[in-house]
Structure formats: structure tokens, C-alpha cells
């Protein structure tokens, strides 16, 4: 692994002097930016005798608090294992959308680099699409961190994802971290349109490429019937966000006095297994005349830091009716967790901060990941919002 | 269709047909319906759910099994493809006898090769989602489409459609017999593409034939071959974008001696109303275009225009019925 010959602070050189005894030792670029912060980052891959696999990111005080957290996912089970198989380099395309947290996920490993495609459009309003030195991936493995946040923007992208298997590549993973439409997913009415269908469908015709069927990769898809959606010339995988919860939930003050809530019985069942060791509540909605009531079922909030965990919300209607009852119910703080941060029409302005001590009229935390970009992008920074990053557990599923 | 086709037609067990249709074309499909008793139309109720993604409801489902069933799509812009995708993926999987897409108009149709490695064929993407249909009781689903701009492209279609390529040139045929002029017409081509696809289609009038020459940056058009002199030349071609090629060809006739110029082009795509250049008279000696026929595969286009001076609708709806009995 190079390192890079730039000057650092004298408490980093020390640290260097230790580190260079390993075996891989990567570091990253030190930027110094105009305002003289510094920021930096490292990724030890191996130990000689214990395999953490850790990772520390200094932000300059200017910036809001962005937390990345970076903890392994449940398909990399041992660092060490990592360093002894062989590491696949990965061209990683993205879109516009995604540049942000490409440039992450290639900053969690020296074997991803970033590859640009020319996205212009022709007067028609149709792509004009280009990919520069495609020769340059013959042989390579390939993959393309797709965003759909809305319709319109499917076209342009399917047509890299359609055009990148067959230029010669040796293998091509598709990451699509939201899977839209994925709540439409069944006809309840002949004549209903299950789009979750549609957008399988358009996703299982992805050309093979050299190294076999594209390999998708998702994160808490909504429905776990969907995962039979697709045939058989694509290998989906599918990725949860919890891990990066429970990293997050241990390093709380108060981690010893936290329950999770299930606002239904869909999100019990979807997650149930991940967060087996907490004390769980579930919640449900009971008809009472005309209105649809949240209840709890089951479960203990009073006393407790519940944590309402969910794969995403649109409105938050369901999140603020929970946040209600379990306050009602004695819980003396509340947070929420969504993998995917959906919230149209900007309706995340609905979730207000505690400042310390009113679940009734505020939460804690909420934390969402980085699958939706455009949310990223206005939440960032406001409390309670937090932002647990994909980005390590991406890197780490590329190299599947 | 020639009018011997047409008495074959009438003879042979017509089909009844249910015709679904996206937002923009329902004038157009309208217009479908009332040209045969055996078209009946059918809606879609289309809604969006808050994140914008499709929230659609096929009305009387049940009732198109056993059914011949058709969509009439328009792909006008990469936003609306899904949606209408979403339903052409749906229809063929309720027990319907036969499935039939119609989309008059095929777009990304102009970037159909890839001259460098790394130049994206958006119309192998479009080719590839439509190649993707599921199939129907009535198997693989037919495919009708207007003048799609390369020959090449039907090849790539894989084999679980039909692709039934229709053209609009009859129209524009029967529109110069009622001409007063009728026997001075000239076609002309404003290059050896627009030839090639339609010379066959129109070799009982004069031709003409322009193309494109380089002098020294710029590339002007010129006449290859033909004489316009006297004649009203009716320059002829599948598509027109912005209109340059148009006029340009426009002025080169009418320097050649032209006595009127007139335009047909099946699909008006005219983006950014690029039409507008052709309903303000030109400054000085240019006398403009004396008649621009357009047929109403582009919904838009038509919905802004109409009919005002010099363009003119040929509708499709008649040769969209009569392709539906196929």
C-alpha cells in the first residue's frame, strides 16, 4: 500500500511510526483546506495479532456534525480473513446524485477507484450519454452506485447499467442502496399495478456480463417477498442498515436503558432477528370507529430511551402517531431509525428536537442513512437528524 | 393501407379490441376509437404517490380477459416511460387473448450506433426495455411503430415482440392528390438517410436529392441530384428536432429555382418549440414554407400547434385501427 508523502501534525507521525510495524497499512490524504482544519482518515486492514477493523475521521469544527460511522457488515465477518483473500479492485460509476457517497465508499478502500460519466442531454430532453476510456474497464470489475429517486431519472441510468456489462468487464455489480415502488408491491385488486414489479423486472434484464449475472445490491428492501421478484440473471443481495444502528445505539450514554419499537408488525418481522438482544416493544393500529389508532401491543416503554425503528418513511405520519403513544406510555426519551429517509414534500420539517427531555413533543435521535441523497442533503446538520453512512458497508459488500 | 388490402380486411374476421392509452395521447386514441365500431376505449387511473412514483389502477381489469388488448404509449420524455411501463408490463398478465403496444413514435431513435467504445446507444436501452414485455395468451406483443428513424433498429428487438413497422408516407400521398398542383410535385430529400428510407414508398414523383458538404468548418447543404426548378418540392424525412436541416434545404431549393417549398416529417418532436421558426415569416426574399405536415405522433407538439399556418395534422388514427386488426 503507498503512503503518501505529505506533512502531517507531529502527534500523527508518532502514531505512523506504531502503525508502520503492520502488515497493510493504508492512509489516507490529509487535506488542508483554506480555513486551516484538517481532516483525516484511516483504515487499518490488519493486525498481527487482532483483526478490529476501525476507523476514524477527524472533522474540521466548522463543518456540522456529520457522523460516519463505519462497522462492519454481517457479510464481512473477520478483517483479518479480508487481508489474506484476494482484494478485487472496483470501478465504481455513479450519478449526480450519488457523487457524494461514491466518494466515500472509495474512501473506505484503496481497491475502489471512481470512474466519470459524461451525463448531457439532447435538446429533446433524451440522454446523451458517454463513458470516457471504456477501455480502460475491459477486464476490470465494474459496478455503478445507482439513485432513483424519481421517475424520471430511471431512463439515463438504465442505460449505463444496460450499456456497462457488455464493454468487456470481468464482473458487474449494480448498487441501488433504495429500492423505490418497493411499498407497491402487491395487487390487492386485479387492476391494481404492482410497480415494484415493473422496476424488478426492468433490473432482472440487465445483460450478463463476463463475470456472470449482475450482482444487486440493496439495502432493507421493503417487502421480503420481493426478493423472489427477480429472475434468474441477476444476483440480488440483500444489506441491512441495522448493524450500523447497533454501533451507533452502543456508543450512547444510556445504551443500557434502550428498547426498540416496531410501529407495525411488517417492521417486527423484518427485524426482529438483527436486534434480538434489546428489549423490543410493537406497536399496531386498532380500528375504533371511523380512526385507525396506534396502540402498543406489547412491550414496556416507561422509563426506557425507545428507539422506533423502521426500513423508511414518507410522510412520518406513522413515526409522530408512535412517538404519541409511547410518550403517553412513560418513555422518557424517544428516537427514531429509518434505513431509507424518503420524506416528499419535505416532510421531515415535521420532526422536531427534544432539547433534552420532551418525547412528546420531540425525538432524541433520528437517524437515517444515506440512500437518499436529496434528504442527506436538507437534513444534514439539523438536529435530531443524524446521518449513519452506507459507505463502509458498500465498500465492504464490492468486494463479495 | 392500398385499397386492395383494405377489401381483404373487410372480409376477415375483424378483431374486437380494447384500447388503453397514456395521459397525452387520448385525443389520439379517441380519434381511434371512432374510426372503427370493433375499437372500444378503456381507462387508467393514473395517480402519483407523494415520493412521485406511480400509484396506477387498471379500470375493469376482469373484463379484458379473453380480450384482444391494446396500449397507446408516448415515451415524450424519460419521465413519463416509467409509468406507462409499469401498465404495458401489467396488461399482457391479465388473461387477455392478445397484446398490442402502439407507439407511434420510437424516440432516442437518432442515437442508435456507438462510433466509440463508450458512447451509449440510448435506443439499444429503449429496444431492450420493449424486447422485455411479458408474453400474453396471444403470444409475443406486437409492436407498432411509426418511421423509426434508423432500418437497422428492428434488429433490435429480441424475440418476444413483433415489431410491425408502419409509415405515415400514405398520408402524406393522398394529401398531394388533392393538391391543385398535384403534378408538379417533387420530393426531395435532405440527404442519402431520408433516401434510403423512403424513396421506394414515393418513386412515382420526380426527386431530389440533397446532401451535406464540407467548406472548410461548416458543412452546408447542397443539391446532390434533381432539378426543383418550377416545381412545388416537398422536402421529405421521419423526423425534424430543431429545423435547421429544413430550412437550410429549404434555401438551397429555392435558389435552385423552386416555385413553392413545402415539408412532411412524421414525428414533429420540436423541442423547446423549435416549430415557432416556421409559423413567423423570414425577413426579405424568404418565402417560407407553404405547407408543413406533420402527422400527430408527438402529442405535444400537436396540442401547441393545431393547425396554424403553414403546418397541417395528418392523423394516424385511421392506419393505427387498421393496424390493430393485424
Not at chain 1, 311 to 318: A, E, M, R, W
Not at chain 1, 377 to 391: D, N, Y
Request: glycine share 6%.
Amino acid at each position: 500500500m503507498a503512503t503518501r508523502p505529505t506533512p502531517f501534525p507531529s502527534s500523527f507521525l508518532t502514531r505512523k511510526k506504531i502503525l508502520s510495524r503492520f502488515t497493510f497499512f493504508k492512509q489516507f490524504s490529509i487535506l488542508l483546506n483554506d480555513k486551516k482544519c484538517s481532516r483525516f482518515r484511516c483504515q487499518i486492514k490488519s493486525f498481527e495479532n487482532q483483526p478490529p477493523n476501525w476507523n476514524v475521521e477527524f472533522l474540521p469544527g466548522t463543518q456540522p456534525i456529520h457522523l460516519i460511522q463505519n462497522s462492519p457488515s454481517s457479510s464481512i465477518s473477520m478483517a483479518s480473513d479480508s487481508a489474506l483473500k484476494t482484494v478485487k479492485n472496483v470501478c465504481l460509476f455513479y450519478c449526480a446524485e450519488t457523487k457524494a457517497l461514491a466518494e466515500r465508499i472509495a474512501a473506505e478502500s484503496d481497491a475502489i477507484e471512481l470512474r466519470a460519466i459524461n451525463w448531457r442531454t439532447f435538446e429533446d430532453g433524451f440522454p446523451n450519454l458517454f463513458i470516457p476510456n471504456a477501455h480502460g474497464i475491459r477486464g476490470k470489475n465494474v459496478a455503478f452506485l445507482a439513485s432513483f429517486s424519481s421517475p424520471g431519472l430511471i431512463f439515463e441510468q438504465l442505460s449505463i447499467i444496460y450499456a456497462l456489462p457488455k464493454l468487456f468487464v470481468s464482473s458487474f455489480t449494480l448498487v441501488l442502496p433504495f429500492f423505490p415502488t418497493g411499498t407497491s408491491e402487491r395487487m390487492e385488486d386485479e387492476g391494481d399495478v404492482a410497480t415494484a414489479f415493473t422496476l424488478a423486472r426492468i433490473l432482472s434484464n440487465i445483460p450478463t456480463s463476463r463475470g456472470g449475472p449482475t450482482s444487486l445490491v440493496t439495502f432493507d428492501i421493503h417487502a421480503l417477498q420481493e426478493r423472489f421478484y427477480f429472475g434468474d440473471n441477476i444476483l440480488p443481495c440483500f444489506e441491512s442498515g441495522i448493524p450500523l444502528l447497533k454501533s451507533r445505539l452502543q456508543q450512547l450514554p444510556d445504551s443500557d436503558n434502550i428498547s426498540i419499537a416496531f410501529p407495525d408488525d411488517g417492521a417486527w418481522k423484518r427485524f426482529h432477528k438483527q436486534l434480538q438482544h434489546f428489549p423490543t416493544i410493537v406497536c399496531n393500529k386498532v380500528r375504533i370507529g371511523d380512526q385507525r389508532i396506534v396502540r402498543i401491543k406489547e412491550g414496556e416503554a416507561a422509563g426506557r430511551h425507545v428507539v422506533i425503528v423502521d426500513d423508511l418513511v414518507q410522510s412520518g405520519g406513522t413515526l409522530i402517531e408512535c412517538q404519541r403513544v409511547l410518550a403517553a406510555n412513560g418513555a422518557a426519551k424517544i428516537s427514531a431509525y429509518v434505513t431509507h429517509g424518503i420524506f416528499p414534500n419535505r416532510s421531515w420539517q415535521r420532526f422536531e428536537h427534544d432539547n433534552g427531555g420532551h418525547p412528546e413533543t420531540g425525538l432524541t435521535y433520528f437517524w437515517i442513512t444515506d440512500s437518499c441523497p436529496q434528504t442527506v442533503k436538507e437534513v444534514m446538520g439539523k438536529p435530531p437528524f443524524e446521518i449513519l453512512s452506507l459507505a463502509g458497508s458498500i465498500a465492504a459488500a464490492l468486494q463479495i | 393501407m392500398e385499397n386492395n388490402n383494405m377489401g381483404e380486411l373487410k372480409c376477415r374476421n375483424r378483431k374486437q379490441v380494447h384500447l388503453f392509452y397514456c395521459m397525452e395521447c387520448e385525443e389520439l386514441a379517441r380519434k381511434v376509437a371512432t374510426h372503427s365500431e370493433f375499437i372500444t376505449l378503456q381507462s387508467i387511473n393514473w395517480r402519483n404517490f407523494d415520493d412521485g412514483f406511480p400509484n396506477l389502477y387498471i379500470n375493469n381489469a376482469h373484463d379484458i380477459r379473453g380480450q384482444h388488448v391494446a396500449f397507446l404509449a408516448s415515451f415524450s420524455s424519460p419521465a413519463v416511460i416509467f409509468e406507462q411501463l409499469s401498465v404495458i408490463y401489467n396488461l399482457p398478465r391479465l388473461f387477455v387473448a392478445s397484446f398490442t403496444l402502439v407507439l407511434p413514435f420510437f424516440p432516442t431513435g437518432s442515437f442508435e450506433r456507438m462510433e466509440e467504445e463508450g458512447d451509449v446507444a440510448t435506443a439499444f436501452t429503449m429496444a431492450r426495455i420493449l424486447s422485455n414485455i411479458p408474453i400474453s395468451r396471444g403470444g409475443p406483443t406486437s409492436l407498432v411503430i411509426y418511421d423509426i428513424h434508423a432500418l437497422q433498429e428492428r434488429f433490435y428487438f429480441g424475440d418476444h415482440v413483433l415489431p410491425l413497422f408502419e409509415t405515415g408516407i400514405p398520408l402524406l400521398k393522398q394529401r398531394l392528390h388533392q393538391l391543385p398542383d398535384a403534378n408538379k410535385i417533387v420530393v426531395a430529400f435532405p440527404d442519402d438517410g431520408a433516401w434510403k428510407r423512403f424513396h421506394k414508398l414515393l418513386d412515382n414523383f420526380p426527386t431530389v436529392i440533397c446532401t451535406k458538404a464540407r467548406e472548410g468548418d461548416k458543412r452546408r447543404v447542397q443539391l446532390k441530384e434533381g432539378n426543383p426548378a418550377d416545381c412545388h418540392v416537398v422536402i421529405v424525412d421521419d423526423l425534424v428536432q430543431s429545423g435547421g436541416t429544413l430550412i437550410e434545404c429549404q434555401k438551397v431549393l429555392v435558389a435552385n429555382g423552386a416555385a413553392k417549398v413545402s415539408a412532411y416529417v412524421t414525428h414533429g418532436v420540436f423541442p423547446k418549440r423549435s416549430w415557432e421558426r416556421f409559423t413567423q415569416k423570414n425577413e426579405g426574399s424568404e418565402k417560407g414554407f407553404a405547407f408543413f405536415w406533420i402527422t400527430d405522433s408527438c402529442p405535444h407538439t400537436v396540442k401547441a400547434i393545431g393547425n396554424t399556418a403553414p403546418f397541417e395534422v395528418l392523423s394516424l388514427a385511421g392506419s393505427i385501427a387498421d393496424s390493430l386488426q393485424i
